[in-house]
């Protein structure tokens, strides 16, 4: 979204001035002067309120005054850009859409009449998943992203790992795979041998293994359908290629309950 060209210009303080300068062009000289005695007054509150209050409590009233004059004439070409975004309400928009996908790390439209967020989200969950972190918790090994969200956890018991992995509403949606190799690596190194991977599938909010399996089982039989829920391909990518299947069915037919054991073959 070309934002007047902003966001392609590399000196955005210059582009801005230029702009303002050219909107300025338009003015009476009443409206002018008032312009700029605004624009000034704004500079000059940026600049001299956090100096003259840090520098007199640090360093004494006549270090902050002096630091002040200088930050205020610094300020002069720093605020521009503020006032002129403060006063274009479009480009508002786009900058509050933007951090709005910045720290939120859902899939959801923030605000339809933007694609911002969109940009806030890709820079924003990268730098998450790359903050993200899988630690020891009680016996229990914890992943959570950036944000110390969880997005999921493993344990072992009598060398078979069980999983627990929810990365929905965390910047490692999407990103299930990175969570169980995680799980898997930290669990490997730090517990002991894992011989066996347990899928154990209720139906509710973490019911996508079971409905995979219902939705397969009929045509491909129990240990085909079990392979391919998405646990299943995470097990068969680690070697766990070989499943033995247990399931309850309810009086349509359909499974409430699947316990599946991956195996190395």
């Excluded at 493993?154 to 929810?166: A, D, F, P, T, Y």
């Amino acid at each position: 979204m070309d934002l007047d060209g902003l966001e392609a210009d590399p000196f955005q303080m210059h582009h801005s001035r230029r702009l303002i300068d050219e909107r300025r062009a338009t003015m009476t000289p009443e409206q002018l002067e008032q312009d700029k005695a605004l624009e000034k007054k704004i500079a000059l509150g940026a600049a001299a309120t956090p100096i003259l209050i840090g520098g007199a409590v640090i360093a004494g009233p006549t270090t902050a005054v002096l630091a002040t004059t200088t930050a205020v004439k610094v300020g002069r070409f720093v605020v521009p850009p503020l006032v002129w975004v403060a006063r274009n309400p479009q480009v508002l928009n786009e900058a509050g859409s933007f951090v709005m996908g910045l720290l939120n790390p859902g899939p959801e439209d923030l605000n339809p009449g933007s694609n911002s967020d969109e940009l806030g989200r890709m820079i924003g969950n990268p730098l998450r998943r790359a903050f993200s972190k899988v630690f020891d918790a009680d016996g229990f090994a914890k992943v959570t992203d950036g944000l110390g969200n969880e997005a999921g956890r493993g344990w072992l018991s009598q060398g078979e790992l069980n999983l627990v992995i929810k990365t929905k509403g965390t910047s490692l949606e999407g990103h299930g795979a990175q969570v169980f190799d995680e799980i898997f690596d930290f669990v490997s190194k730090n517990y002991d041998e894992i011989t066996s991977i347990r899928g154990t599938w209720r139906a509710g909010s973490m019911g996508d293994n079971l409905a995979t399996f219902n939705k397969l089982v009929k045509e491909v039989g129990m240990e085909q359908a079990a392979l391919q829920t998405y646990t299943g391909k995470m097990a068969s990518r680690a070697g766990f290629n070989k499943v033995t299947v247990t399931g309850v069915k309810n009086s349509d037919g359909d499974y409430i309950s699947v316990d599946a054991i991956f195996k190395k073959e």
